[in-house]
């Protein structure tokens, strides 16, 4: 899916950058694992803590305080500072609960994904199942997804 993003991103000239929490980098190595990246990935951040997301993305910090690191809006903030930080056309961000153990009350597989563009941002609450890992890899494919079906014409 990450060669076919690569040819959707080039054909509107566009880029991308990505914001990770609970994928801790495993989207930024997927769209950078492709052949080409380089022609429309701009670069990413991993931020795991919450200083880490108030820091280097301008994550509010009395929100992170208030939710916790798992919500919405966090999801939002994240999207918004990276790609304001890097400049892309497209921004994604990921954050949400990998388990095994629940975190800010919030249960394993919870995550929330968030899409950044000129147009504003759109969030999206898929709840995943599995392990750790799968629930990683799940919301990577869920992360290329929300940006497919927004390229698609």
């Not at 950078?32 to 108030?54: E, I, Q």
């Not at 999801?75 to 500072?81: D, I, K």
């Not at 609960?97 to 919870?110: E, H, I, L």
């Amino acid at each position: 899916m990450a060669r076919e993003l690569h040819g959707a991103l080039q054909a509107a000239d566009s880029t991308v950058a990505v914001a990770e929490s609970l994928t801790g980098g495993l989207l930024a190595f997927t769209f950078t694992d492709a052949p080409g990246a380089s022609d429309v990935f701009v670069g990413s951040v991993t931020a795991y803590t919450d200083d880490a997301k108030h820091r280097a993305l301008g994550v509010e910090r009395a929100l992170l305080e208030r939710h916790g690191a798992v919500n919405a809006e966090v999801a939002r903030q994240m999207a918004q500072g990276v790609r304001r930080l890097l400049g892309s056309t497209y921004a994604l961000s990921t954050t949400g609960v990998a388990g095994p153990q629940p975190q800010d009350g919030r249960p394993v597989g919870t995550v929330f994904i968030a899409l950044a563009d000129t147009r504003g941002t759109q969030v999206i609450s898929p709840h995943l199942d599995g392990d750790r890992h799968s629930i990683q890899r799940q919301c990577v494919a869920e992360a290329l997804g929300l940006l497919q079906t927004h390229l698609r014409p």
